[in-house]
Structure formats: structure tokens, C-alpha cells
């Protein structure tokens, strides 16, 4: 397979990936492809409903989280 945005060779890459939930990010790490050149990324199939799915699985509280990090915000500098 080969980039459909610049026809560049693609390579098979553990990503990770931002899932949104509400001010908190929960970085996921999804199989795909990704383009040598442009760095554009492929899921596989069934990896973006996985993403849609762990949203929901979030907001029922039914996954372990560990926390890798803190988003803060900056005032009176
Ligand atoms: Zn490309």
C-alpha cells in the first residue's frame, strides 16, 4: 500500500494517539501505518471505531488509566 496523499512507501508503526475527554487526554497506543514521506497515518480497520469506543468506555469509567503526565494552565506571566 502506498500513501494516497503523495504515493510515498508506508511503514508498519506502533502510534500513539490523543483521545479527548473532556480537559484530560488519554494517550492510546493503536497499530498503523504511516507515510515515510509525509508522515500522513493509516489505521487499520476497526482501529478508529476502537478510538470512538474507548471515548465511551471513559465516560462509564470502565478503564484503568495510569497517569504519564499533567496538563497545567499558565496565568500572570
Ligand atoms: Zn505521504
Same mark, same amino acid.
Given at each position: 500500500?502506498?500513501?494516497?496523499?503523495? +504515493?510515498?512507501?508506508? @511503514?508498519?508503526?506502533?502510534? @500513539?494517539?490523543?483521545?479527548?475527554?473532556?480537559?484530560?487526554?488519554?494517550?492510546?497506543?493503536?497499530? /498503523? @501505518? /504511516?507515510?515515510?514521506?509525509?508522515?500522513?497515518?493509516?489505521?487499520?480497520?476497526?482501529?478508529?471505531?476502537?478510538?470512538?469506543?474507548?471515548?465511551?468506555?471513559?465516560?462509564?469509567?470502565?478503564?484503568?488509566?495510569?497517569?504519564? +503526565?499533567?496538563?497545567? @494552565?499558565?496565568?500572570?506571566?
Amino acid at each position: 500500500m502506498k500513501c494516497a496523499l503523495c +504515493g510515498g512507501q508506508l @511503514e508498519k508503526k506502533t502510534v @500513539e494517539e490523543e483521545v479527548l475527554w473532556g480537559k484530560n487526554r488519554v494517550v492510546v497506543k493503536v497499530p /498503523a @501505518e /504511516a507515510c515515510k514521506n509525509c508522515h500522513e497515518r493509516y489505521y487499520a480497520g476497526g482501529v478508529v471505531d476502537k478510538l470512538i469506543d474507548l471515548r465511551d468506555q471513559l465516560e462509564k469509567k470502565k478503564v484503568k488509566l495510569h497517569e504519564v +503526565g499533567k496538563v497545567f @494552565e499558565a496565568s500572570g506571566f
